[in-house]
DNA sequence: CACACGCGTAGACACTGTCTACTCACTTTC
DNA sequence: GAAAGTGAGTAGACAGTGTCTACGCGTGTG
């Protein structure tokens, strides 16, 4: 039912190919054709344009990094946890497949068209995603709350889908700073003695979880 | 002296009102040229590659950034405030000049040759304004810390420059994803009646300095 | 058998970035 | 003052790109 024509989706495992391999500067139309092994005016069968292509590519990109985030939580419990967890994936992500991450949030070439009256836009399509985060910032404030009852002046703090909308910016900053190399230049660039580049990162995720959800209450 | 051919100045010129009004994507060599009113083979005499323009476009966008920087700082004396006037800056600036924004983050096209000797890489020239920041969150730190002395159950946190680079990152991520309207998307597209856009951008960033910095102690 | 149709090919077109040869005004030098 | 040289910009060529259009070619159906 679903083999609508398998060209389409050896053009789109081509591109994601190319991506990993040469960047995310250098997936031409005519290249991608090249890899899957037809002629350059076959792709325009199944994408209208180059961009939809890309959007295709993108796409996939999204979906990996979903069934990422669900095995890695699927080893925690806690709300907590599950943010950690979350959180480490999407930095390791961006930086393991850089140039899948930088074409994911091109969106001066993505999501241009509404694609097909089915398939939602691109950007809307990681709408639920978000709201499975927000819901985990909420869990987690009850989590916390649930040792020390109703204490202190107002350590409410902003709504959660505020918490969850900025924690969100920073693990979207740091996953492209740190997949950039921008924030080990900021900190200097010789890690101290027998600390590899995994535990300063470990760290900064660390920094800014307990920013947004509160320190860990052991 | 420095008078070293006004033609690179019109060159960069046009190419940032490019970007500008046609976006990041579509910054071709031969449209500067165009544009600055010269053979599509004349900005090879100043730029060796197309990459070298943009990167000098970009540039240009980086000391902007810093000059509005500078008068937003202006205005204030605590480093809380000044924190948040450059936050704000941040984030208006990627919206206003989103395709400038982009271009300045396009690491893939960007800073791929050493320039000149005496010209430092485009990534390395971020690097003072990064240790200003962080000495801005320290010295907020001490700020906060002069009310209430030495109390609390450890309430250090992370050294100074890793709350820097972490705050850093989520103004970054902010910036971004506010521009490209990811957020508003996200948080629900109606604002609550009467509530610019504006008015959340601003809760999102006093969100995002608190998580950071601490709630503000008035 | 003839027909239509989905799928892919091949060529054309305008455009791009890069390279090279050239013009031409202006300065330097004999 | 004339000749040589030099820097700045022009113009054409080349390979490559995305898009468009016309054309094969096999398969399934009337």
Redesign the pocket.
Known sequence: MTD????RERLIDAGVELVLSEGSGS?????I?RRA??????P???F????ALLSAVARRGFEDLRTRFETAVAGTTTARGRLEALAREYVAYARERRGMFELMFRHDLLDSAPQAPGRSRLRESTLPLFGHFAELVARCRAERHAGQPADGPGEAGPPPRVTAAALWSNLHGLAQLWAWGSLQLALGDPPPDGDTGDARRDRLIAAVLDAHLGPVTS
Do not use: I
Request: glycine share 18%; hydrophobic share 25%.
């Open positions: 609508e024509g398998s060209l997936v031409g139309l005519r290249e054709a092994g037809v002629s350059h005016g076959a325009r069968r199944y209208p344009t180059h961009d």
